[in-house]
């Protein structure tokens, strides 16, 4: 699977979009680019992935750039509980059952 | 059931003791994974079931770590002669079919080696 690169920290004011970037500029052709989230005391959620179109659902939007080097999930209204650390996995379809593999992660902090 | 369920939530255990920690996957799951994260830190991949295959224990830190799953669902996850540097959430996750967004975590238990 391809690595990712992501800023450790961001913040976000309430009620605002929130941007988290994502770098993989060693993506191959069938690689897909998954998002989860980490809320405290809780184990990861999965939120979204996409492949070269732009995807959106009922969560957030994935923006993914034309030469898929890198992507952007968009949270278009942060509230408190979006509070969490975010991670950016690319992994091919083919891998199967094998395990997903976290990196550290963006921690977003949404402020009242 | 709705979810993964973990038991116990929260764990103590005297330095030198073993520890049984379980998972039950959604049912028809037939991928089920293992994971820790000590406080702080990232998710180490541990171990993984797939269906009556032999499990992927590349993960494993050492061997007095084991896990079986009984069955294709339930998983026990066994630390034995436990040490402190063992202290963490252990999160186990299942999954039914190859997509990644497949996955779904329980909430956890973390495991005090005191």
């Known amino acids: 699977d391809a690595k990712t690169t992501q800023p450790p920290s961001m913040d976000c004011a309430e009620g605002r979009a929130a941007n988290l970037p994502c770098n993989h500029s060693t993506i191959s052709g069938n690689e897909y680019v998954y998002w989860y989230r980490q809320i405290h005391s809780q184990g990861p959620q999965y939120i979204i992935h996409?492949?070269?179109n732009n995807e959106t659902n009922e969560m957030a939007s994935l923006i993914i750039t034309e030469d898929r080097k890198s992507s952007t999930l968009i949270l278009p209204h942060a509230t408190l509980r979006d509070t969490a650390v975010y991670y950016c996995i690319v992994r091919s379809p083919n891998s199967g059952n094998t395990p997903l593999v976290f990196g550290k992660g963006t921690r977003l902090s949404v402020i009242a | 059931g709705a979810g993964v369920s973990q038991s116990p939530s929260n764990k103590v255990t005297e330095k030198g003791k073993d520890v049984e920690l379980r998972c039950d996957p959604i049912?028809?799951?037939?991928?089920l994974y293992w994971y820790r994260q000590s406080l702080g830190q990232g998710l180490e991949f541990l171990i993984y079931f797939q269906g009556n295959s032999a499990p992927d224990k590349s993960g494993l830190p050492s061997d007095r770590f084991s896990a079986e799953r009984t069955g294709g669902s339930v998983s026990t996850l066994t630390i034995q002669r436990t040490q402190q540097e063992d202290s963490a959430v252990y999160l186990c996750?299942?999954?039914?079919?190859?997509?990644?967004?497949?996955?779904?975590f329980g909430s956890g238990t973390r495991l005090t080696v005191v």
């Open positions: 996409g492949l070269k």
């Open positions: 996750a299942s999954s039914p079919r190859q997509d990644s967004y497949g996955y779904t």
């Open positions: 049912s028809g799951h037939t991928a």
